[in-house]
């Protein structure tokens, strides 16, 4: 609620006060500014007088702070202070010595104080807010001289991108509106989204049909947000603009906002002057959600459901959020609040487990939570989520209690590849505890075809950086070279610069990196500019994000040349072997151990197996190494699961016959024997 406050201190007193070292107005002034109220403007400031617009909840609460800020300043007893209820106005006097009149400012200003709350609390969004504050402002004056006319010929360009909540932000600047008596909505439907597109499709409306839709509406006054992101190429501004100057004649009829995704600000700026030729633009950038804000949101949500986490959770949370990242889907907060559901679930479900297996079951929650020591129950909060709780949220997250090294010393085949990084490591400590050295660039190449375990080398990387102190989170981000690129012009900068930003204190891992360059005649524009971007947050942050880009090595050398710092900002090439028979075997053989029994005939098929396939097969650009073997491995116990569901067996055991049904499969069987040409 807005609100205006008039103090007033009779003359006679303040010339009391004359020789105090600070004034009194000046004392009470530096008093109420000292309550941290949000909002706050002083005007009309004197000897004995202070006027003053504050934000607060309600005039009543107001009157009874100041009365205590009065008191203290005037040295006076709260006895000695009245508060008067006057209508909307409330008034603090103290005869003889001071008064204060607070005011509302607009005819509905507990519902405005609750819906201006709701935006000013929002997590990011700061230009929204910054309108929203402006038009709260200005409010008073439009409705005091009557020139409405001059806000509903405002239009808004708001560039956002999917997931940052624009719907919720949309309803609540409809809310805001409708509050301020600024426009009369309608009650049915406020708030309408329309894409715009050029062909005629079940979720989007061509131009004609749109304004169709528009004109021939008997319901109006909506809040109308047309996504004009299939128009911000340039061979489509003019029949933007033929569209944008017949919605002229509707601008008293509705509220209309523009959206783009979010775009770096030259593009920005070009779209918003396409906009500007014909409308009055407000423009609005929304910048996609950090991880700290990710955070907040679940920190939010997971508090309303009356829940609490410890501050290990967010570790698993976090690994889960990378992992929805890793497919260029992310869809900011609604992917939030399904993970932040999930948890929930995740600990309800824990604590059904704890309470059947408790001896007590069947207690109270309270009482169990009530007991003492030496109870024999482990006591904790049944309403704060515990790591143990959500383990299950991520498939990724590391719950082995060993450290980075002996995660990778694990690995079969990684003797090298954990020396090298074994020395890199040594390497940057050294520097880090040195500091007259400067610390090495930790940028790698990961070379190697498919499947030689260059994505898992990557994701215990970041945990070994952390352990050792050369990254403050060590977290896995993992995207292919195509999820850097946007699809307008302007969208892939600040794309890629998300995806960095998510990454500081982290590992970024960039699969098949070479796409975003192949040769003068081969490359996009987008994968250039991806790679500049990618260059320089390289170069910003080089001591705070590790960057792995991996592919094959001849397509590794030619990236290299795709941008003249590259090379010198990845100094560090390691190289993955393809394995031979016997790894296959092994590896195999661990993805059986780590989940299955199995009898010695199913072992020595498997070998018989591993041997048999074709040195020619093995070399060839198809073969994908361990994800082979992966895929065999589930397809072994799929038809062992089979198998044990029709006996009606409930412990698998893994037995030859399964891996000759699995291997006999086409996809695995065509390949064992793979004959040489006549010639060769």
């Known amino acids: 609620m807005r609100q205006n406050i008039q103090i007033t201190l009779n003359p006679e007193y303040v010339l009391t006060r004359q020789y105090a070292e600070v004034l009194p107005i000046e004392d009470i002034y530096a008093h109420i500014k000292d309550l941290g109220f949000e909002f706050m403007e002083k005007e009309n400031e004197s000897l004995t007088g202070l006027t003053l617009k504050i934000e607060a909840k309600d005039c009543a609460g107001t009157a009874e702070t100041l009365l205590n800020v009065l008191s203290e300043t005037v040295g006076l007893p709260k006895e000695k202070f009245e508060i008067k209820n006057e209508g909307k106005s409330y008034m603090v006097v103290c005869e003889g010595i001071a008064s204060a009149v607070i005011t509302e400012i607009g005819a509905n200003a507990p519902a405005v104080y609750e819906s201006y709350k709701k935006i000013s609390e929002k997590v990011g969004w700061s230009e929204f807010k910054d309108l929203c504050r402006e038009i709260l402002t200005v409010s008073p004056q439009i409705k005091r001289n009557a020139i409405f006319k001059s806000f509903l010929f405002q239009n808004y360009l708001i560039s956002v991108n999917d997931g940052c909540g624009l719907s919720t932000a949309l309803d609540d600047f409809a809310q805001l509106i409708s ?111 950090n991880n700290e804000e990710l955070k907040e949101c679940a920190v939010r949500a997971i508090s309303e459901a009356g829940f609490s986490a410890e501050d290990v959770v967010w570790d698993v949370f976090f690994s889960r959020i990378c992992e929805e990242k890793s497919d260029g889907r992310f869809y900011g907060i609604q992917s939030v609040m399904k993970v932040v559901y ?125 352990e050792n102190g050369i990254l403050r989170n060590g977290y896995f981000f993992e995207y292919s070279a195509r999820d850097l690129c946007g699809e307008y012009i302007g969208q892939t900068a600040p794309k890629t610069s998300a995806i960095c930003r998510d990454a500081y204190g982290s590992v970024l891992f960039i699969d098949e990196a070479y796409a975003l360059y192949q040769g003068d005649d081969k ?119 089979m198998r044990t569901s029709m006996s009606g067996i409930k412990d698998i055991t893994l037995k030859k016959e399964d891996f000759l049904a699995a291997s006999g499969e086409k996809e695995f069987s065509e390949k064992l024997a793979m004959k040489s040409r006549i010639g060769f």
């Open 179 to 289: 509050d301020l008596e600024l426009f009369k909505f309608n009650e049915k439907q406020p708030v309408v989204e329309i894409r715009l597109s050029s062909k005629s499709e079940p979720d989007s409306m061509t131009v004609p049909e749109a304004l169709e839709a528009l004109y021939d509406d008997e319901d109006s006054n909506k809040l109308v947000c047309l996504d004009i992101s299939e128009y911000l190429e340039k061979s489509k501004h003019n029949e933007l603009k033929t569209f944008l100057a017949k919605l002229v004649a509707l601008e008293e009829s509705y509220i209309f906002f523009f959206r783009i995704p979010f775009l770096e600000p030259d593009a920005f700026n070009s779209i918003r002057k396409v906009l500007a030729d014909v409308l009055y633009i407000r423009a609005i950038s929304v910048q996609p959600f």
């Open 523 to 641: 490359s996009s524009d987008y994968g250039r500019e991806a790679l500049t971007t990618l260059v320089s947050e390289m170069e910003n942050h080089r001591d705070d994000m590790v960057v792995v880009m991996a592919g094959y090595k001849d397509d590794m050398n030619k990236l290299m040349e795709g941008n003249a710092g590259l090379r010198s900002r990845m100094p560090y090439l390691l190289e993955f072997e393809s394995y031979d028979k016997q790894q296959l075997f092994e590896i195999f053989m661990s993805f059986v151990k780590k989940h299955f029994k199995y009898d010695e005939e199913f072992s020595g098929a498997a070998s018989e197996y591993f041997d048999s396939l074709s040195t020619e097969y093995m070399k060839s650009a198809e073969f994908a190494n361990a994800r082979f073997v992966r895929n065999l491995y589930e397809r072994c116990w799929s038809k062992a699961a």
């Open 342 to 466: 999930e948890m929930l679930w995740l600990k309800a479900k824990a604590e059904a487990v704890r309470e059947a297996n408790s001896p007590d079951a069947e207690r109270t929650g309270k009482e169990k939570n009530s007991l003492g020591a030496g109870s024999g129950i482990e006591s904790h909060d049944s309403k704060r989520i515990s790591q143990k709780d959500i383990l299950e949220l991520s498939p990724t997250f590391n719950k082995e209690t060993h450290d980075g090294f002996d995660a990778l010393g694990e690995l079969i085949g990684m003797e090298k590849i954990a020396e090298r990084i074994r020395e890199i490591v040594a390497q940057v400590k050294i520097a880090i505890e040195n500091k007259t050295m400067e610390r090495p660039c930790l940028h790698m190449r990961f070379a190697g075809a498919p499947g030689t375990g260059k994505t898992t080398v990557a994701r215990i990387l970041g945990q070994i950086l952390r």
